[in-house]
């Protein structure tokens, strides 16, 4: 059973979740005694990583028409190059881009899609995987029966793992309907910042508690030395004392750190649905009955105006 993972770029770079998603396929292949192939659209500086992790041949796309991300001409690219390579598995990194992507494919292939798939497939029984759902408060397990299969893993599903092979890049000019570039984008405006919510190992976040925007050097003080992206609770958004593209919950951003930190955050369900997939989550709360600790793996009581300067001087200090 061959496999084709879609591989994702930012800024010319391959994203990470895509190199995770590269090494979640190349289990498959190796389990099914497939090859392993990717697709990459455009000039990425790191193509080179694909073979690194498993890619035995690298379907690029040049087509300048792809500067444009049109979600219908993209997944016809990725159908054409299964069909093409007589590819039955399709894997993807969960972005937003491929969650437009997963049902298009999933049509033009006549595939079942899984989404939000947090482990590797379990053969055992045919082809089980895993999926959250409930926004996290729950797993299901999914029995795909059908030959055709489009899986969306979410970020931290597997460890990334070196495994080199060949990467022979190849060009590949995908056979596109009349539909394809069909929507044109007037403008763009992306996200700002150091380290982006989407991409980020680590967050730091703050809530209300931090009483104003004018505090906020607290949050960015310590994502700084952590390398970390920064976030906000809704109502920080909603005050304008934040960007909205920083708000984190199930209206905003979901994010899957491998370590979540939460500063004055009081811990709304609807913050917790959106880092439940946190590997590990801090809470910094001064109120001990704050619902955050419910959802934190670990948790300081305290006010965080003399907490997070410390533990800020403490990793400097480390480091």
Not at 105 to 113: S, W
Request: net charge neutral.
């Amino acid at each position: 059973m061959s496999v084709l993972v879609f591989l994702e770029s930012s800024d010319s770079q391959i994203k990470k979740s895509s190199i995770e998603a590269l090494v979640y396929g190349r289990s498959i292949a190796a389990k099914t005694g497939g090859a392993l192939l990717a697709l990459v659209v455009g000039e990425v500086s790191n193509i080179s990583e694909a073979a690194a992790y498993g890619a035995e041949k690298v379907l690029q796309i040049t087509d300048a028409r792809f500067a444009q991300t049109d979600a219908q001409a993209y997944s016809e690219a990725i159908a054409d190059a299964a069909k093409q390579n007589s590819v039955h598995t399709m894997v993807l990194a969960k972005s937003s881009l491929t969650d437009s992507l997963t049902a298009k494919l999933a049509f033009l292939t006549y595939a079942t899609a899984a989404t939000n798939v947090v482990s590797l497939p379990d053969f055992s029984n045919g082809f089980v995987v895993k999926r959250s759902i409930f926004t996290g408060k729950a797993f299901e397990l999914v029995k795909i029966n059908s030959e055709n299969k489009v899986i969306s893993i979410k970020k931290n599903a597997v460890a990334i793992t070196e495994s080199a092979a060949a990467g022979e890049v190849v060009p590949f000019s995908p056979i596109l309907s009349d539909k394809a570039f069909s929507i044109k984008t007037i403008s763009l405006e992306k996200a700002t910042g150091d380290v982006l919510l989407a991409d980020a190992e680590i967050v730091v976040s703050g809530g209300r508690g931090l009483k104003g925007p004018e505090n906020w050097g607290l949050i960015t003080g310590l994502a700084k030395v952590l390398g970390a992206a920064t976030g906000c609770s809704k109502p920080v958004s909603d005050l304008n004392w934040r960007p909205h593209h920083e708000h984190v919950g199930q209206t905003g951003i979901k994010v899957s750190p491998n370590l979540y930190i939460a500063i004055g955050i009081s811990g709304a369900i609807q913050h917790v649905a959106g880092i439940s997939s946190s590997k590990v989550i801090v809470a910094i709360n001064k109120d001990a009955d704050a619902p955050i600790f419910k959802a934190a793996t670990y948790g300081i009581v305290g006010d965080a105006f003399e907490i997070v300067p410390k533990l800020t001087a403490a990793i400097k200090a480390a480091q």
